[in-house]
């Protein structure tokens, strides 16, 4: 790979925005979305869009992202691309993604624009501020999986997409808190509030726990509302779920008495991507 595609990889996020690209995809195919030409219109669509935050992200935060490890060698924050550069990238992945979602669905172009003015208007500077902006920022990663619902259906209020929304909410919270445990000196040290700095251990792990239980119950609530019906596949998410409770128990109470945050992290975010898979599996069958 070219120096200038690893930095424009490290620009978009390129990672995340593949995670917010599956989530949307899900999303098209949980609301019995088959189109092939559809589907990948969604995708690109809201590829270019979540790079377009992200470039935005990193011109709202270079200041902040020079002062953290994890974040130092991002491409603005050590001025290896220039402000200009990036706000030109901005506006071009921004009204190309826009574009080509209004030419699939009005409603998904709105809904992905919605996702950018929270994501880059409210959490962002609320970071911050407020550990409450993990909450704006569970509604963002709730929002894909809504557009690429509309990119086939206009019923908001039906089951499937309001618990796939719920879930994607809910399962934001540990994740963030898990980010926060790994990160909190540097998060601390660069003037962002952590949601678990005025708690001792022990607390900010309960609160851990009780988030990651309800993301449990509401992956298990899909089954009950019929929105699984393979048998393989319910054994599968029961099977899930029982496993990130169990390594939660046994990453956070250890014998060493240490939260080991970063291993859980990963564990999160695994289970996240195993459970859309499932879930899309199910759809096909």
């Known amino acids: 790979m070219s120096n200038k595609l690893i930095i424009l990889s490290k620009l978009v996020r390129i990672k995340l925005s593949l995670a917010v690209t599956l989530s949307a995809l899900i999303g098209y195919v949980f609301a019995d979305g088959r189109d092939l030409k559809t589907a990948l219109g969604i995708a690109l669509g809201v590829l270019l869009l979540s790079s377009a935050s992200s470039v935005l992200n990193q011109l709202q935060e270079a200041e902040y992202d020079a002062k953290m490890d994890r974040t130092k060698k991002r491409p603005l924050a050590s001025e290896v691309v220039s402000e200009k550069i990036a706000v030109r990238l901005f506006a071009i992945l921004l009204l190309s993604g826009t574009i080509l979602l209004a030419t699939i669905s009005s409603w998904s172009a709105v809904v992905g624009l919605i996702t950018i003015a929270i994501y880059n208007l409210v959490y962002t500077p609320?970071?911050?501020?407020?550990?409450?902006?993990?909450?704006?920022?569970?509604?963002?990663?709730?929002?894909?999986?809504?557009?690429?619902?509309?990119?086939?259906?206009?019923?908001?209020?039906?089951?499937?997409?309001?618990?796939?929304?719920?879930?994607?909410?809910?399962?934001?919270?540990?994740?963030?808190?898990?980010?926060?445990?790994?990160?909190?000196?540097?998060?601390?040290?660069?003037?962002?509030?952590?949601?678990?700095?005025?708690?001792?251990?022990?607390?900010?792990?309960?609160?851990?726990?009780?988030w990651i239980i309800s993301t449990s119950m509401i992956a298990l609530l899909f089954p009950v509302a019929g929105l699984i019906t393979n048998l393989y596949v319910l054994i599968g998410l029961i099977t899930l779920n029982v496993l990130l409770i169990v390594i939660f128990v046994k990453l956070a109470f250890s014998k060493s008495h240490k939260f080991k945050s970063a291993r859980l992290h990963m564990y999160i975010s695994l289970y996240m991507l195993l459970f859309l898979v499932l879930i899309a599996i199910d759809s096909f069958i």
């Open 126 to 210: 609320l970071k911050r501020k407020s550990g409450l902006a993990i909450f704006p920022g569970a509604i963002v990663g709730a929002l894909p999986p809504i557009l690429g619902w509309v990119g086939h259906s206009t019923n908001i209020l039906d089951p499937g997409i309001v618990l796939l929304a719920g879930f994607m909410f809910l399962w934001q919270v540990p994740h963030f808190l898990m980010l926060s445990f790994k990160y909190k000196d540097e998060y601390l040290e660069a003037g962002f509030k952590v949601p678990i700095a005025s708690l001792s251990d022990l607390q900010a792990k309960l609160m851990v726990g009780i």
